[in-house]
């Protein structure tokens, strides 16, 4: 068993050097996080799952290629970067959120549960670079510059891509959170 303080860059290097039990717990240590980052970008489980799958396998293959072990998160999520947007470029269609102002009023007050769904609905309304700039800094941590690493973008059009993403969605939820309650 390999205690949970190993680094991850001494678990990709035994990897590297053929320990399959090391890379499995890096899979064990990294999935849920590439997962709702996929999730989040594509918006569908069962996209997600599949092309988390798909990270993991090719991750795998190419390990030996990763010459920076401390770069490996990067590494990775550049991989499911890749990953998502080959299903996005092959034509899967983007589903339209078109609750804006449909259905029910939203309440002054919203349950947890209710902010989450319109928050992910917000989240939809984006172009795939935005949303996806807003999770990787929002819902994952990162900095700027991981960020341009990741995305292998300049730091400036990350930049724009999160402040230009975050004004769209403050301006769609912001009606939602100031609308009255039904009469």
Known sequence: MIPRVAEDSDLVLAAQQGDVDAFNHLIGRWERRIYNYLLRILGDREDAMDVSQEVFLKAYQKLGSLQ?????????????????????????????????????????????????????????TLSPEQREAVVLKVYQGFKFEEIAEILGAPVSTVKSRLYTGLDLLRKVLEPMAERPSAD
């Open 68 to 124: 920076d072990a401390s770069r490996f998160s990067y590494w990775l999520f550049r991989i499911a970067h890749n990953e998502a947007f080959s299903l996005v470029r092959k034509g899967r269609p983007e589903e339209e959120w078109t609750g804006q102002g449909d259905g029910p009023e939203w309440s002054r007050r919203m349950a947890p549960v209710e902010v989450t769904l319109a928050v992910e609905a917000a989240l939809a």
